[in-house]
């Protein structure tokens, strides 16, 4: 069955980095679009970054500049590099792919401090 484990979350201060990474298992992932999403308390869960298997790449406008998706096939496996961190960033952010439906990882928090 399809899996998705992320990890890389964590406490940070603003302007600092963080590299959230994903395992991915049960589909083959070189074929499958892969996606971040994130969900702050309160909001709904919002794309921040896609992956095609092409490695074009789309980001929502809020992290344009900021933020790196990448993949590796080999590994099965997708990143979320984040820079220039700012508060407003704070939220639990998930793997994401649709394989006949959406499939989502647990997610990791990721909180932006000062």
């Known amino acids: 069955q399809v899996q998705l484990v992320e990890s890389g979350g964590g406490l940070v201060q603003p302007g600092g980095s963080l590299k959230l990474s994903c395992a991915a298992s049960?589909?083959?992932?070189?074929?499958?679009?892969m996606s971040w999403y994130r969900q702050a308390p309160g909001r709904q869960r919002d794309v921040v970054a896609t992956i095609t298997t092409s490695d074009g790449t789309n980001y929502a406008d809020s992290v344009k500049g900021r933020f790196t998706i990448s993949r590796d096939n080999a590994k099965n496996a997708v990143y979320l590099l984040m820079g220039s961190l700012k508060p407003e960033v704070t939220a639990v952010y998930y793997c994401s792919v649709w394989v006949q439906r959406y499939y989502w990882g647990q997610g990791t928090q990721v909180t932006v401090f000062s």
């Open positions: 049960g589909f083959s992932f070189s074929r499958y679009t």
